[in-house]
């Protein structure tokens, strides 16, 4: 097997550390050049037409004349029809329910779509450029049976449908004459995309969760062969005399390409930037030329087309690549035009509107809705809406500058990979085998606050106080934290919401099946919340930072993170979890959970066997809403806020604390405004190395937090993403200051009940609180929002910093 690899040549009496003028997101979408909360940049090629939320897949109908786009994210679903000459929009159908699956009828005349979890597939005729009112192809019950149809493929010949499926893993044949199933076949793993052979006797389809391209034959109706791929096969296209099949390997940075004839991988085209086994392109979408010498691939994560010559099958080489949109997620083309689906759109944004209720009223007193006189509430899960460019073919001169474009938009590099940015004589190593003073990592993540929610209030920082909902007085630990060791007033998580949080706190990524799911759930269109290790899945390649430690043959102990009273699923935690530590559960206290943490802690300690890693879960902050008898919103920050402050005394005043370092993040900053970006969260660096009384203006990450514990702990970087962030090097000095911590009494009652029967106290009676996020994240925070300033309370416009609008770019804002 030939393994090619792309390749192209081209404060207020603190110290301010970083900077006024830092890096901070791009919040226009216009913009030459676009800086995501996550360090990378965008320069979209092309021009381009708005999408919907997450667009998924899209197909052009047969001719050319039309193209279809379904939308799958976490607010509006809906299937759009297109111009693609003209580049218009000429309609568009909402969709309760719906995910990737889409196909056209060899005559263009009727478009199929999957309904998702509701289990249905679609079938819109198509006359004047217009959407009829669809048929309905049901393949069983709606959620919470398990069956949610994928990829579609449409055998005119048989009038026959053919669907895969995620949820029950099999392919269903169905009657296109009749609407009824005729068949299912179990397959054994989440499937993703289905192709009819150009001859019409084989159906091939990708086992997104079994690294195989599976062929079916039609007239047996079983599998006729199984091919090993790369770690998840999703989007396959074909030649147009079916000899060759692509599939693109989202988990391996990798396009598998299949000769069918002898059945067997001719070669693997790496996708990625530089030589690099490290996952974070993210390869899925494919599609070829006109003339199928040319390969355009998507790379989700890279941001970018990989472009390569395959003219001749076996002997692909690389060409270079083209800069996108964020999260690009799907490749057509139609004639000299690369059309490119982006899955998150071309910028992060602020979200001061929301989510929050800032209901205004009309002039009989009742509320009209969830807005500002300015706008709608604005939640993270849907606020990047997704885009179409449409991209010229390049020559090979303009080729080489989008590759050189490309290649500046990464933070991501091979030397970035070996050697991390840093200074010398600093506690943080920049490189494998550099010993650091600090032995003892305390990892706590946290649960989905915005930095001005519970900072806003600082002056320090680019805070905005009227944001601000849980204050000093609220959470007097996280003010002395900040203002005594130091205040990060630029950190963004790189996650969404908790389901992808949880990936990126602990594995620096989230794979495809992370990232494409978790919107369907979110969005309260079934789904179950399979993204905390169970489900196998969900897992990136080489496992989460446990795994990375077995591996290097470190001590580590998880404290309610992937675990729960002594349970996981991810094999590597077993025998590493505290038993008595309790998972995600809104009726034990934070300080409860601390309690439990320091009785194991100081066991170990005295038989010198404390973990080198220890992650730490204190989650109260999350709030149990208005529920009637749960702990008010107040109540449960206040709680995570004195459990943080004890954890911190008590490591501070025992015998490691001069080896030892405290990070602190949100897993995600999902549940809240921020001025700046959505993605903005509170985050603490807590050490005798920390540089005590400073505030750091440098635009760090949650990868950038895992990457600097991996060059403290010698481990390698788990994804590009890590690999890429910067270290949070600037936050540390060489002397220690071993000055212990006094952790604050709390300022407002930890017992609170929720005691008030009103509209948010009837809506949280609904709020399913066992799981992560099994609640409406927009109900939870207005709720929450309406607990601190009242039901009725309208708050004013808010204030944006001015320093952060139109902010240079520095190489590094650490000096």
């Not at 060899?106 to 249905?120: E, F, H, K, M, T």
């Not at 991988?265 to 930037?273: G, K, N, R």
């Amino acid at each position: 097997m030939k393994y090619l690899v792309a390749r192209v040549a081209v404060a207020l009496g603190m110290l301010t550390i970083g900077s006024a003028a830092a890096q901070v997101p791009t919040n226009d979408p216009k913009a030459s050049s676009i800086l995501l909360p996550n360090g990378w940049s965008l320069t979209p090629a092309g021009t381009s037409l708005p999408l919907g939320d997450l667009p998924l897949n899209m197909q052009l109908a047969p001719g050319g004349r039309l193209l279809a786009v379904t939308n799958n994210g976490q607010s509006t679903q809906k299937v759009q029809l297109i111009d693609p000459a003209t580049e218009k929009l000429l309609d568009e159908k909402p969709i309760a329910k719906s995910w990737y699956g889409l196909a056209w009828s060899p005559a263009a005349d009727r478009l199929y779509v999957s309904g998702g979890n509701d289990n249905i597939i679609l079938g819109y005729p198509v006359a004047k450029q217009k959407f009829g009112q669809p048929d309905t192809l049901r393949l069983g019950k709606r959620w919470p049976t398990k069956i949610s149809p994928v990829g579609i493929a449409v055998d005119a010949a048989r009038q026959r449908l053919y669907t895969v499926t995620k949820e029950d893993n099999a392919l269903y044949v169905l009657d296109l004459k009749t609407k009824r199933t005729l068949s299912r076949l179990d397959l054994g793993h989440e499937a993703y995309g289905c192709l009819l052979a150009a001859d019409g006797r084989t159906l091939y389809i990708t086992l997104w969760g079994g690294q195989e391209l599976l062929a079916y034959d039609i007239a047996t109706g079983r599998i006729a062969k199984r091919l090993p791929t790369e770690s998840h096969p999703n989007e396959l296209i074909q030649s147009k005399n079916g000899r060759y099949v692509f599939v693109a390997n989202a988990n391996d940075n990798s396009v598998s390409l299949v000769d069918t004839k002898s059945w067997r991988v001719l070669e693997t085209i790496s996708t990625a930037l530089y030589p690099t086994k490290l996952t974070g392109s993210t390869t899925n979408g494919l599609a070829l030329s006109a003339d199928e010498k040319t390969l355009y691939i998507a790379n989700a994560d890279n941001n970018c087309l990989a472009v390569f010559d395959v003219a001749t099958p076996g002997k692909s080489a690389a060409k270079g690549f083209i800069p996108t949109g964020w999260y690009p997620t799907c490749v057509r083309t139609l004639g000299k035009k690369i059309l490119v689906a982006n899955g998150k759109g071309f910028s992060s944004l602020p979200n001061p509107r929301g989510p929050q209720p800032l209901a205004k009223n009309d002039h009989s007193g009742h509320h009209t809705g969830n807005t500002l006189a300015d706008g709608p509430v604005e939640y993270i899960g849907g606020l990047f809406k997704g885009t179409l460019s449409f991209i010229t073919t390049p020559s090979v001169a303009q080729l080489a500058a989008y590759s050189r474009q490309v290649y500046a938009n990464t933070p991501f590099t091979k030397t970035s990979e070996k050697e991390a940015l840093g200074e010398a004589g600093n506690p943080i190593p920049r490189r494998k085998g550099e010993v650091s003073p600090i032995k003892y990592v305390f990892y706590v993540i946290k649960e989905n606050r915005t930095y001005d929610q519970v900072l806003g209030d600082m002056p320090q920082g680019n805070g905005d106080s009227v944001l601000c909902i849980f204050p000093r007085k609220v959470t007097p630990n996280h003010h002395a934290l900040a203002s005594e060791f130091v205040l990060l007033d630029n950190f963004y998580v790189n996650a969404e919401v908790s389901a992808d949080g949880h990936n990126w706190s602990t594995a620096a990524y989230a794979t495809d099946y992370v990232e494409k799911t978790w919107p369907i759930s979110y969005g309260g269109r079934g789904g179950t919340y399979d993204y905390e290790g169970s489900r196998l899945v969900a897992y990136p390649r080489d496992g989460f930072l446990w795994d990375y430690c077995q591996r290097a043959g470190l001590r580590y102990r998880t404290y309610g993170e992937f675990a729960a009273d002594g349970k996981t699923d991810l094999k590597s935690l077993r025998g590493h979890v505290c038993p008595k530590s309790p998972g995600f559960d809104m009726d034990v206290k934070d300080v409860d959970r601390i309690r439990i943490w320091a009785q194991d802690f100081d066991s170990l300690l005295t038989r010198g066997a404390v973990p080198q890693l220890s992650t730490i879960r204190i989650s109260n902050d999350h709030t149990s809403g208005q529920k009637l008898g749960k702990i008010s919103p107040t109540a449960a920050v206040a709680d995570n806020d004195l459990a943080l402050g004890q954890l911190v005394e008590h490591i501070s005043h025992s015998a490691i604390w001069k080896e030892s370092v405290i990070f602190v993040v949100e897993d995600d900053a999902q549940n809240g405004p921020d001025h700046v970006d959505a993605h903005r969260s509170p985050a603490f660096v807590i050490s005798p190395y920390t540089r005590r009384g400073s505030v750091n203006h440098t635009l760090y990450t949650t990868a950038g937090v895992l990457r600097t514990l991996e060059l403290v702990l010698g481990l390698p970087p788990m994804s590009q993403y890590d690999a890429a962030a910067k270290p949070l090097f600037g936050c540390f000095q060489a002397t220690p200051t071993l000055t212990p911590y006094q952790a604050k009494a709390a300022q407002v009652g930890l017992d609170t009940r929720n005691t008030a029967w009103n509209r948010s106290a009837e809506r949280s009676s609904h709020f399913n609180l066992a799981k992560e996020d099994a609640t409406p994240d927009l109900d939870l925070t207005e709720v929450v929002w309406k607990a601190i300033r009242g039901e009725d309370a309208v708050v004013p416009a808010p204030r944006r910093g001015a320093f952060l609008r139109a902010a240079p770019k520095h190489d590094d804002d650490d000096d």
